[in-house]
């Protein structure tokens, strides 16, 4: 059983159990009974299932630890400056993580923060929806006579149905419908961008290959519904909770540099 790199960190920095609850000892090194149920709880909100074999895999991985600690310790790594200044910034960055998890508990993002948050965001929601055709080809300069040919007066709905290698739409003459431009790849959507309606672009490259993209019509979206939108709010407040609370508390703290 692979055994993650956090385990090392608590071996580390948790605190030893009383001689009375220690049953394992490594060259007269105990080791603590509780670093055993903390890696094993760790393990089982990941999904693993904690049989008796992984606990003894957990043991043995413990015990090798602390051998190898042990022969840290009596080559002095241990009390090199280096080491010293990893355990410390470990431990820092824990502390850190860990207490701003436990703010968030104490300070949860409330159903109407994130209602309020909503109604901002469909309030500057501002965003459109286009309808059109377009013509794949493999070569640039398939894509250049192409071009040349519907300036000249040549349909793009029959071109479209004869050559263009996105089959999908080349039956309904290149239609692609109503789109977004998130749904595009993004060379496509850059040109969607420029095009008022009735404007055909240049052609342009994507990874798909050569277009022509002709926009008939574009019309504003209408903003998400709350329950789709509703988890990254929710992340975006959390983020914005911390970063505010954090910024109060550099602002407390008595910094002399």
Known sequence: MKIPPIFCIFVLTISSASKSEISITVNDQHLNPVLIEFISNELQLQGNEITGEMKR???????????????ARKKGITNESKFLSKVELTYMELAYTEYLKKYLLDHPVSKDDIKKEYDTF???FDKNEFKGQHILVKTKNEAELILSRI???????????NLSLDKESAKNGGDLGWFKDEDMVDS?????LKLNPGEMSEIFQTQFGWHILKINEIRKR?????DSVKKQIEETLKK????DHIKELKNNAKIIQ
Do not use: M, Q, V, Y
Not at 151 to 158: F, Q, R, Y
């Open 122 to 124: 469909k309030k500057g």
């Open 188 to 192: 496509f959507s850059a040109e969607a």
């Open 240 to 243: 914005r909770k911390l970063k």
């Open 222 to 226: 209408p903003p998400p519904d709350l």
């Open 151 to 161: 300036k000249n007066g040549e349909k793009i709905n029959e071109i479209a149905k």
């Open 57 to 71: 895999n957990i043991t043995d991985r413990l015990i090798e630890l602390e051998i190898i600690t042990d022969a």
